[in-house]
Nanobody, 124 residues
Framework: QVQLVESGGGLVQAGGSLRLSCAAS????????MGWFRQAPGKERAFVAA????????RYADSVKGRFTISRDNAKNTVYLQMNSLNPEDTAVYYC?????????????????WGQGTQVTVSS
């Protein structure tokens, strides 16, 4: 079992930045693909970014490319999502998730473990 806990969400003005953290316990994150997802009110949970265990392979949703960066510190068993140039459309609950697929996958159903989520609100 892997327990994931997100932190770092909050209220920020458009154009601002936030860094989300996802701390893991129970298992070493170094064997998992790690992903970030978000869910806005009334919408389905959507893929944001993911990274392979080595930290070399990454994938981003088109809507966040060039603005968001996923990274990990396996020694700290923590994954991060640096979010820059935020806009109101980025407002959502952000979740981190872990899976053991060989390739990076985007459907939420492919991820085995989930955190409880952290709210990000971007004001205009």
């Amino acid at each position: 079992q892997v327990q994931l806990v997100e932190s770092g969400g909050g209220l920020v003005q458009a154009g601002g930045s936030l860094r989300l953290s996802c701390a893991a316990s129970g298992r070493e994150l170094s064997v998992y693909n790690m992903g970030w997802f978000r869910q806005a009110p009334g919408k389905e949970r959507a893929f944001v970014a993911a990274q392979k265990p080595s930290g070399i392979g990454t994938r981003y949703a088109d809507s966040v490319k060039g603005r968001f960066t996923i990274s990990r510190d396996n020694a700290k068993n923590t994954v991060y999502l640096q979010m820059n140039s935020l806009n109101p459309e980025d407002t959502a609950v952000y979740y981190c998730a872990a899976d053991r697929n060989i390739a990076i996958v985007t459907p939420p159903s492919e991820y085995e473990y989930w955190g409880q989520g952290t709210q990000v609100t971007v004001s205009s």
